[in-house]
């Protein structure tokens, strides 16, 4: 064993002070995480003033633990109340819900929490073998090939719909993208569509929309006079502890023994999407559901258990994958890795090819870390599971307001701006409503987050090539990217058509 | 009779918890408004300001990232804050820039400026397997390009793009020759460079400097007087015999119309910090280039920037640089002609279809597991919302919060007094959570909380 690895044994097992920080770090997590509104970015945030009277070790434990609770703990509103609590849980809210509804919520969220553990333990393995490798990579990404793994990623949403329902998907995402190009272009530095109202420059911000189209309209679906007397949000379920962990560990195991390859490939994916920067946790656990979803010919509670499992994998696995080209190139790979930069910078480290040979000790020190997050999760993701099953055991009519004052203070909170919190009103409305004829919500909000990046890149790469189109599929990454996007397009666009001809035997 | 007593006891309680009025400045928490995103340069130096303001006044300091629209929404909100000083604002060199190119009236004559802090000089970058090796190569690869080269850094029309364009134009180079990829951000721009996507990046030191130290790429020369204390290696481009130099700056500033003793108390907190070791070490290892004015200093400054960067802004090569290939509605004719397309399919398919079977089968599904939304309750809940919304700034969060939740407590038929417990529970429970704990600033309201 070479000298850094057993320095930083000590650095990470060996002090008292960093399992007490890692401890603490985690139940900060787990809390940011599961409010709708406040994001894993914005824990590490809040965070970064403390982060200058630590050592790095310490710091970047309290970072790396924070993030991967937050993410988990996104799943928690998302399962309990169809509010995602991070981007990274939109993907699969309504299928979720829909499980809650049948009383699944903690088996569900048990599984949910180990695929987690094991996405990240996964991703961990391969920043450990593969970092410096992989992160060549990220060269082979120009402009224009991020505008093609957009376009797949947007693909992703409609796949995730099921049979004929599926124009409403690209209905509902044609809105969202929509809704995204309100606002100040960012390519152009024009307004459109802001009607001279310099609250709408920044345009519809995504996060109080999800919380709106989510949570303020599944408030809106509950709302009925008959029924609030007694209802209780459907819990049936009484499962003892003991039993949810048991099952969560055996979820887990027939998962891994049942389908390793692609429990394996999800998380695989996971942390390559994680690894672009510009692509991240909320893109991983899309493009994984979608995976999962393509190739299932009818839904059943299980087909969606183990889609909903590979989706949690992926963004966990995307956490670790995010490292990579931070640690390489010193490039974030997502908003939290350009906070990690920095707070290393403070401390006179500086992230780059040099640090695996300079700071040999802290890099592996960063890898232990890392598998001490995903395992202190554990315990504490199921404390809160079982401590979050109360919320859905308190009646409705208790329950609701209180749903609705955390939306407001939740979408509030992220700019503090009341015009976020008009606007997750209006979301709610709109989200209402969609629902109530049967359009999914979930492509609504992928297109407002890739909308402006996809047009962005779009317009990139038409400006590199001149104006000429050519220049889309003129790089051999591109041109392979380009072609799986037209496959799927052309797919989708198939099924379509053969709906629109009259079948003869319905 | 209970529910009289339950009210009262709720008023009560809610008054008991408001602390004291203000006898001496500052009273309450101060927000500070940092226009770009959490994670970026300005970020750090905010939260930093935050962290030693903090220390010094007594009272917590707050950062809120109001970003969007390219500091637009930040730089408003702070210039339009209420003057009672108790919010502040990171400004950037886009408070310059805005104005001249029509995205908003405010101008650092809206503001009060306090102080200075920082200065980053932009410099230019290659990768270390380009030919180039000082900015005079550039400049004659320029003149004689074939083809147009490729540059980023930032947005069109950002400070980076004004630095290279207004290099250019300096020494009389064709700025045809140049074509700027607009990308957001000078990360994304130098990943684009290692992808082979643009031939030469304009940043400051600090966002490059790891690349800079992996040896990926090579910095050509940096825009400044002297030479950059984080890179003391890279040549100025005064030393390369480029008259020409160019940087953004970050200070912080007040709203016009605060009380001169509140700008004096902020001042001298201001002087204090910026004479820190504290501050100096954090800055030096951060990259960035200390540069302290104070006051009025500070705002001739900033009328000397200004009229630069409108002479800089304003000339032809520099508009006709800020064309897109395609106009701002091109995108979205596409998506609207979509829209309409996919909608006429499923028109056709609802219709030719009646009922599809899925549908109705989860319709079916749907009913027996729920009974129908009562619409009056919704609409009661919205409007609700919407008298919170413009209630809240003036009465506060916590006499808007209460009277929301307690609305719609009564409009499910709550009993009065299980309504008013779950109010006196909830409502600073949720102001304690956001405002003390995650450092949110809920509006403060008539409570002066």
Request: hydrophobic share 50%; proline share 6%.
């Amino acid at each position: 064993m070479s000298e850094p690895f057993v320095q930083a044994l000590h650095d990470v097992f060996g002090r008292p002070d960093v399992w007490l920080i890692v401890f603490l770090s985690a139940c900060y997590g787990i809390f940011v995480g599961s409010i709708p509104g406040l994001t894993a970015t914005m824990a590490v945030a809040l965070f970064v003033p403390m982060a200058y009277w630590l050592d790095p070790v310490a710091a970047v434990a309290a970072i790396v633990t924070m993030v991967a609770c937050a993410i988990f703990a996104g799943d928690l509103p998302t399962v309990f109340l169809r509010i995602p609590g991070t981007p990274a849980s939109a993907a699969y809210a309504d299928e979720a819900y829909r499980l809650t509804k049948k009383g699944q919520a903690q088996r569900l969220l048990g599984i949910a929490l180990t695929c987690s553990v094991f996405g990240g333990l996964l991703g961990t393995v391969v920043l450990m073998l593969l970092g410096s490798q992989l992160a060549r990579v990220a060269q082979w990404f120009s402009v224009t090939e991020y505008f093609w793994l957009y376009l797949i990623g947007l693909s992703c949403a409609v796949l995730v719909s099921s049979g004929n329902a599926r124009w409403k998907a690209m209905l509902s995402l044609v809105l969202g993208l929509l809704l995204a190009t309100v606002g100040l272009s960012a390519v152009h530095v024009q307004p459109r569509f802001t009607f001279g109202w310099p609250s709408l420059y920044q345009g519809i911000s995504f996060i109080p929309a999800m919380i709106g189209l989510f949570g303020l309209s599944e408030v809106f679906a509950n709302l009925s006079a008959q029924e609030n007397q007694t209802d209780q949000i459907q819990n049936g379920e009484t499962t003892s502890f003991g039993r949810l962990i048991s099952e969560a560990f055996s979820g887990l195991a027939t998962r891994l023994k049942q389908r390793p390859v692609g429990s394996t490939q999800a998380g695989l994916l996971g942390v390559l999407i994680g690894m672009l920067p510009g692509a991240g946790a909320d893109i991983a656990a899309w493009v994984a559901f979608a995976a999962a979803k393509k190739n299932v010919a009818e839904e059943s509670d299980e087909e969606s258990i183990r889609a909903i499992g590979d989706a949690t994998t992926a963004n966990s696995a995307a956490l670790a994958g995010g490292w990579i080209p931070a640690l390489v190139f010193g490039i974030p790979g997502d908003s939290v890795t350009a906070i990690v930069i920095g707070v290393l910078m403070m401390k006179n480290v500086t992230p780059g090819p040099a640090i695996f040979e300079d700071q040999a000790a802290l890099v592996y020190s960063i890898y232990l870390v890392f598998l001490l997050a995903n395992l202190i999760m554990l315990p504490i993701g199921f404390l809160a599971i079982r401590l979050g099953g109360f919320i859905v055991s308190i009646p409705k009519r208790y329950l609701l307001p209180v749903i609705v004052l955390f939306c407001v203070t939740g979408s509030y909170a992220l700019n503090g701006s009341l015009f976020d919190v008009g606007t997750m009103l209006v979301m709610g409305i709109a989200g209402w409503g969609l629902s109530r004829h049967k359009f999914p919500l979930g492509p609504v909000v992928l297109g407002l987050v890739l909308g402006g990046p996809l047009e962005e890149r779009f317009i990139q790469s038409l400006t590199a090539s001149g104006g000429n189109p050519v220049g889309l599929v003129n790089r051999p990454v591109a041109a392979i990217l380009a072609v799986v996007a037209v496959i799927i397009t052309t797919g989708i666009v198939r099924t379509m058509v053969r709906e629109l001809k009259p079948d003869p035997s319905v | 009779m209970s529910r009289i007593a339950a009210i009262c006891s709720l008023i009560a309680c809610l008054t008991l918890s408001s602390c004291g009025r203000e006898q001496q400045w500052p009273a309450r928490p101060i927000t500070l408004i940092c226009p770009w995103s959490a994670g970026g340069g300005t970020d750090r130096v905010s939260r930093q300001m935050a962290v030693q303001l903090e220390a010094e006044l007594g009272v917590p300091v707050n950062v809120v990232n109001a970003t969007g629209g390219g500091g637009v929404t930040g730089h408003t909100r702070g210039a339009t804050a209420v003057p009672d000083g108790y919010t502040l604002t990171m400004a950037t060199v886009e408070l310059n820039m805005l104005h001249w190119r029509g995205l908003c009236p405010i101008t650092p004559r809206s503001f009060r400026p306090l102080t200075k802090l920082n200065e980053d000089s932009a410099a230019i970058f290659v990768l270390n397997s380009s030919p180039w090796s000082s900015v005079g190569d550039v400049e004659s690869a320029v003149q004689n390009a074939d083809q147009p080269l490729k540059a980023s850094g930032t947005a069109a029309g950002g400070i980076w793009h004004l630095a290279l364009a207004g290099w250019f134009s300096s020494r009389n180079l064709p700025t045809e020759n140049v074509t700027w990829i607009s990308i957001n951000g000078s990360a994304p721009s130098l990943q684009e460079l290692m992808a082979g996507g643009v031939d030469v990046v304009c940043c400051s030191i600090p966002e490059a400097q790891s690349l800079l130290d992996a040896g990926e790429i090579r910095c050509l020369g940096v825009m400044s007087d002297e030479r950059c204390p984080a890179a003391p290696d890279v040549p100025t481009f005064k030393e390369q015999g480029v008259d020409w130099s160019m940087g953004g700056w970050r200070g912080l500033m007040y709203p016009k119309g605060v009380p001169e003793d509140r700008v004096g108390v902020m001042q001298s907190a201001l002087a204090k910090i910026t004479r820190s070791d504290e501050f100096k070490e954090f800055m030096t290892n951060a990259g960035f280039n200390v540069s302290v004015i104070q006051g009025e200093e500070f705002g001739e400054f900033l009328d000397t920037a200004d009229e630069d960067f409108g002479r800089i802004l304003n000339q032809p090569g520099m508009k006709q640089q800020q064309k897109a290939p395609v106009g701002r509605y091109f995108v979205p004719g596409i998506l609207g002609a979509l829209g309409v397309l996919i909608g006429l399919v499923g028109f056709v398919l609802s219709r030719r279809a009646g009922s599809p079977l899925v549908e109705g089968e989860s319709v079916a599904t749907r009913s027996e597991t729920e009974s129908p939304t009562d619409a009056r309750l919704v609409v009661g809940f919205i409007v609700a919302i919407l008298l919170f919304l413009i209630a809240c700034q003036t009465v506060g969060y916590v006499i808007a919060g209460s009277a929301l939740l307690l609305a719609m407590l009564l409009m499910l038929k709550t009993r009065v007094s299980w309504a008013a417990l779950i109010v006196v529970v909830a409502v600073p429970g949720l102001y304690q959570l956001f405002a003390g704990v995650l450092g949110v600033p809920l509006p403060w309201g008539w409570l002066g909380w």
